[in-house]
């Protein structure tokens, strides 16, 4: 079995690199020939302030971050980790209250078919006009940010658990109430266990969209420390530097893949070894 999942794991990680060094090439032979022949889609053209070397973002990681600053990885790596304490928490908040919302609608279908479409409508507001409001409403900067992450978390959660708890085997809720079990107990010993699936996959939805949302609401608490702050401030310096702006996407990203990483090993060590899945 060991041996097995480390080859699994070899071939994932080949194909990552793969893939990467396919993306790579795209990108640099992309600009090559867009250089060559004067391409121009409208008012984009690939130059080295449009589409910089894929080294020099890389490169950019080990140079100051401004005159006599620190190194931009530095910068970089205390921002990333201040956003993910606030995405975290939004994270955590979001995925609890999907889940007892879900739990509350699968119980009632009186709730269900009263709040459902409220909840779907709250997905059709921009962020961008929530965050502002947010922020004013609750005047803590660093939890009026994880409130925001908690809003983009919470709707998959609800939805996918739903669906999870609803997908329970009917011959074993028949048998439950055969033996006059409370509704407690069907909960926690049947339908919970049958959701566990969605609620993995709403999850690793939810994992990035909390770093998204995170990253959006640091803009309007004008948080400067996290990386919404740093995506601003390069923002302003992107005709003298853009691959410091490419720099911080870069992290931004690998962030939200480590946050889906977490929870696609958590869905290994909950889900592939729960006793229904053991041969």
Same mark, same amino acid.
Do not use: C
């Given at each position: 079995?060991? #041996?097995?999942?480390? #080859?699994?794991?070899? #071939?994932? @990680?080949?194909?990552?690199?793969?893939?990467?060094? %396919?993306?790579?090439?795209?990108?640099? @032979?992309?600009?090559?020939?867009?250089?060559? *022949?004067?391409? !121009?889609?409208?008012?984009?053209?690939?130059?080295? !302030?449009?589409? $910089?070397?894929?080294?020099?973002?890389?490169?950019?990681?080990?140079?100051?971050?401004?005159?006599?600053?620190?190194?931009? =990885?530095?910068?970089?790596?205390?921002?990333?980790? /201040?956003?993910?304490?606030?995405?975290?928490?939004?994270?955590?908040?979001?995925?609890?209250?999907?889940?007892?919302?879900?739990?509350?609608?699968?119980?009632?279908?009186?709730?269900?078919?009263?709040?459902?479409?409220?909840?779907?409508?709250?997905?059709?507001?921009?962020?961008?006009?929530?965050?502002?409001?947010?922020?004013?409403?609750?005047?803590?900067? *660093?939890?009026?940010?994880?409130?925001?992450? %908690?809003?983009?978390? /919470?709707?998959?959660?609800?939805?996918?658990?739903?669906?999870?708890?609803?997908?329970?085997?009917?011959?074993?809720?028949?048998?439950? #109430?055969?033996? @006059?079990?409370?509704?407690?107990?069907?909960?926690?010993?049947?339908?919970?266990? @049958?959701?566990?699936?969605?609620?993995?996959?709403?999850?690793?939805?939810?994992?990035?969209?909390?770093?998204?949302? %995170?990253? =959006?609401?640091?803009?309007?608490?004008?948080?400067?420390?996290?990386?919404?702050?740093?995506?601003?401030?390069?923002?302003?310096?992107?005709?003298? *530097?853009? $691959?410091?702006?490419?720099?911080? =996407?870069?992290?931004?990203?690998?962030?939200? =893949?480590?946050?889906?990483? %977490?929870?696609?090993?958590?869905?290994?060590?909950?889900?592939?070894?729960?006793?229904?899945?053991?041969?």
């Amino acid at each position: 079995m060991h #041996r097995l999942d480390a #080859r699994r794991l070899g #071939r994932q @990680a080949l194909t990552f690199v793969l893939v990467v060094g %396919a993306l790579w090439g795209f990108w640099e @032979a992309f600009r090559v020939l867009g250089e060559a *022949s004067g391409l !121009r889609i409208g008012q984009f053209h690939p130059d080295d !302030r449009t589409m $910089p070397h894929i080294h020099d973002m890389f490169g950019q990681f080990f140079e100051p971050s401004r005159r006599n600053g620190p190194l931009l =990885i530095s910068v970089l790596w205390d921002a990333a980790l /201040f956003t993910a304490k606030e995405a975290l928490l939004g994270f955590l908040m979001g995925a609890a209250a999907g889940f007892v919302l879900a739990v509350l609608l699968a119980h009632s279908r009186l709730l269900e078919r009263g709040l459902l479409p409220f909840i779907v409508a709250s997905q059709t507001i921009p962020i961008l006009a929530i965050a502002p409001m947010v922020v004013v409403w609750l005047q803590k900067g *660093s939890f009026a940010v994880s409130v925001i992450a %908690a809003y983009l978390t /919470f709707f998959p959660v609800t939805i996918n658990t739903l669906r999870g708890l609803l997908s329970a085997n009917p011959s074993a809720l028949e048998l439950m #109430r055969s033996y @006059a079990a409370n509704k407690w107990a069907v909960l926690w010993k049947v339908r919970v266990p @049958a959701s566990m699936p969605y609620f993995f996959t709403a999850l690793k939805v939810s994992a990035t969209a909390s770093v998204v949302g %995170a990253i =959006i609401g640091e803009l309007p608490s004008s948080i400067q420390g996290g990386l919404g702050g740093a995506i601003l401030n390069f923002n302003q310096y992107y005709l003298s *530097s853009p $691959p410091s702006l490419w720099a911080t =996407i870069i992290v931004a990203s690998l962030l939200g =893949i480590v946050f889906f990483g %977490a929870v696609a090993l958590a869905e290994r060590l909950v889900v592939r070894r729960a006793p229904e899945n053991v041969a």
